[in-house]
Structure formats: C-alpha cells, structure tokens
C-alpha cells in the first residue's frame, strides 16, 4: 500500500460508545453522517487486484485470512466509517443444494428452479456445516480491527435470489422468474418463504460471529410492481427484517432501481432504506419523516469527476439532508476503474461537509 495515499479510519461516534454507522442506523445523535462504499472491497483497488492474482474469485470468499484482508483493505485505504464482509450473495444458494458456477459472463446455475419439486429439493442449510468460512473470516475481521469501525454483514433479499434461482443466471428482466410468480404463485411464495429462512440463517450466523449491522440486497426488486413487491417480496423480507431486529441489530434494505417501492421497502420494518441515484433523498426524507434512516445515494459514475467536483455534489446531497438521518453511499457499487484518489476525494468530503 502507498502510505501517501492511506487516510486513517475514523473514530467511533464521540457522543457515545456505539459506533457512528450503527448509531446513524438507530437514528440517534451523531457528530457527522457515517459514509461506506458498497463493493468497496473490489478491483479499483491496486492491494485487492493484488490478492485476486493468486486466487479465484470464490477462492477468496471461502478462504477466511483472505477475505478478512480484502475486507479491512478500504478501511485503511480510504477511511471509511465500516468494514463490509467480502462474500457473495450467490453462496447461500449453493448451501442450499444448488450448483453455481462463476464464469466471465457473471454467475450461472446450471440446474434451475423451475417447478414445485426443485423447490422442495432445497433446503435450509445450517450455516455452521454449509458456510462456515463466512463465520470464520467475520472473527477475524472483527479481531483486527479491534473496534475500530463496525462490520456490515449482508446477503441477498429472497426475491433477488429467486431471480437467480429460477432464470439460473444474470439478465435483463428476469422474465422466467416473473412467470413462475404469474402462473405459480403458491409455488413461487413457497420459494421465497425458503429463501428467507435461509438468508435469515445466515445473516443470525454472521451476527453470532460479530457482525454490528446486516444489509439485505434486492438488486432486482425494482423489476416488479409496488402491488408485486408488496404480494410476494415484502413478507418474505419482513420476515428476515424481524429476525435480525430480534438479535439486536440494525437491519438496511437496498433496492435497486425501485423508487417506486420506497414506501413498500419501508413497510417491511428495515431501519434502513438503501437508495440508488434515480431516487431523490429531500423527497424519501420528507415523505418518510424520521421512520428511517436513509443511505446513498451518489452516482457511482460521478467518481471519475474531478475531486472538486465529488466534492460539490456532496455538498449539494448534504443540503439537502442537513439534520436529517443520513448514511453516506454511493447509488451502486463502485466501479472496477474508479481512481482510488477519487473514491478516498468522496469519502474525505462526507466526513469533511458537516464537520
């Protein structure tokens, strides 16, 4: 690492003991907003591409030293107020019974869901005997940073899984999966319900290991209906919302590309709601009030701006939300190619603004 570009992390709250991120999370008082980046462990940086050269990519998630390092890189890289767990969402599928193969196009499954027998066939897997590198990387992590900041354990939302799951891969609209969810829908809530127990597991397993906050994913919510959503994706949510909540623990749900369910997202009870850029903040926090902190939202596309520039459409977010629960983030993850002087530029100017 180049020492001339390492920002040192950022203290915990001073107003008191509970790490800043969390305490934002609670909506309690905080000095300053806490800002992360959602894949901030990834290629843009030069120790993480360095680390990828001797291992594949699910070689990493599964070797714990390993994704503890690549975890605790930004942190020391640029600062950040938390350390998210390097993992993938795609894991507890495999836990499940389901074959997942990662290949240059993105993940595929080549045996899909596709009916109410390949259904019954998964199971809830316990994440000690299926997953247990997860585990295993979280107490590791969390013994190095020694509290420095928090660590954000995360997992796919049921209805972003069952995308997978049942179109056996990526793509544009997951039309496979919305036609199981039109021409069989007692089958597709039955698949959702599974899929909640299992990321409910797991997300328990990760809070037993140290983790202080979970993030929930629906990375495809936003390809349904508000009354979609609410029939099929919302209990299944809830449900993983309540149990985390029930271990003591702030819960975020993200969704992608879903203004439209903002008040949905906010109905399954999350402490959280993670936003991407095509959502306006003033206009969630004013129809919200303080039922939620909200988190994001910068285009990830805005880091390959100049700095003064990054540093000009914080400030305009922070204007906006000024006194308001706010978590600092980007829309999306940050790209492969960002500068790292940029995202370090993004991270220095959010906890600079309010200073």
Not at 106 to 111: E, M, N, T, V
Not at 216 to 230: A, C, K, M, P, T
Not at 337 to 353: G, K, M, T
Request: charged share 20%; hydrophobic share 45%; proline share 8%.
């Amino acid at each position: 690492m180049n020492p001339s570009l390492s920002t040192p992390a950022a203290p915990p709250d001073v107003m008191s003991s509970t790490p800043l991120l969390v305490a934002a999370a609670r909506r309690q008082a905080c000095k300053r907003a806490p800002v992360w980046i959602m894949r901030q462990a990834g290629r843009y940086l030069p120790e993480y591409r360095a680390v990828r050269e001797t291992v594949s990519f699910m070689g990493l998630c599964k070797t714990p030293e390993l994704a503890a390092e690549v975890t605790i890189q930004p942190v020391d890289r640029l600062g950040v107020d938390a350390a998210i767990l390097f993992s993938d969402i795609l894991i507890p599928l495999e836990a499940m019974g389901l074959e997942v193969e990662f290949t240059e196009r993105g993940p595929r499954l080549p045996a899909p869901v596709r009916d109410r027998a390949a259904i019954d066939r998964l199971v809830v897997p316990d994440p000690a005997e299926k997953m247990p590198f997860v585990a295993a990387a979280i107490r590791i992590i969390v013994e190095r940073l020694a509290g420095r900041v928090p660590v954000i354990g995360f997992a796919g939302a049921p209805f972003t899984l069952a995308c997978y799951a049942v179109d056996g891969g990526g793509s544009k609209d997951f039309a496979r999966t919305r036609a199981m969810m039109h021409s069989a829908p007692a089958d597709f809530a039955a698949l959702l319900d599974r899929l909640a127990d299992t990321v409910a597991a797991s997300l328990e397993a990760q809070v037993d290991a140290g983790v202080g906050l979970v993030q929930i994913f629906d990375s495809w919510g936003g390809n349904l209906s508000e009354g979609q959503w609410r029939t099929f994706a919302l209990p299944a949510t809830a449900k993983i919302v309540s149990r985390l909540q029930a271990r003591g623990v702030p819960v975020t749900l993200y969704l992608g590309g879903g203004p439209h369910l903002i008040d949905a997202m906010a109905d399954t009870g999350a402490d959280v709601l993670g936003l991407d850029w095509r959502v306006d903040l003033e206009t969630v926090l004013d129809r919200l009030g303080d039922r939620v902190t909200v988190q994001g939202n910068l285009d990830p596309t805005l880091l390959y701006a100049p700095p003064a520039r990054i540093r000009e459409e914080v400030a305009r977010i922070a204007r906006g939300v000024a006194q308001r629960p706010h978590i600092w983030n980007l829309g999306h993850g940050i790209l492969p190619d960002v500068p790292v002087e940029h995202a370090q530029a993004f991270v220095r100017a959010c906890q600079e603004i309010q200073a």
